[in-house]
């Protein structure tokens, strides 16, 4: 079971930027309690190294007390899908779960204005690719249509979001 939290950044529990560890951990303790093999994983935007956020987050420290494998999106693998004409790089971990439990921050974006569980999966999308499909699509109308193939894509493998 994989788990796709927001780790945007490097930013504290209590700035309410990310995916809060409370959130996280009642998830973990209920697959736990299924005997579940637990996976976590994201590809935070900018480029800090993303240990650095799994740290500022409390995610590693978490993962660590629960011996869930983290895994890192940036690194761990790419798989190349198509949608609408596009040809989207996807971090290979996602396709290679069993299933998907998406746990989005409930939180605003500037093209996006209300983002919810679809734009969380912007982050199985790697590294500074993220910039390239900004760019390529800077305008509400251009990037919407970027989410929902991601989303096409992906919705298969989730579970719960």
Known sequence: MLLKPNLL???AP????T????????VILKLKELEKEIWLGDSPG????VKRIWQATGIEELCEKHKVK???????????????GETYQLASAFFEADAVINLAKYKTHSLMYYT?????LYGLVPGLKKSDYHSKY???NDFK????DIYSICNQKITLN
């Open 70 to 84: 983290l895994i890192n999106f940036n690194t761990g693998g790419i798989s190349e899908h198509t949608m609408n």
């Open 138 to 140: 800077p305008t509400y």
């Open 9 to 11: 950044g490097a930013y």
């Open 19 to 26: 995916t809060h560890p409370a959130v996280i951990e009642a």
């Open 145 to 148: 249509k970027v989410i929902t």
């Open 116 to 120: 919810g569980c679809i734009k969380n």
């Open 14 to 17: 209590e700035r309410a930027v």
């Open 46 to 49: 900018g480029s800090l190294p």
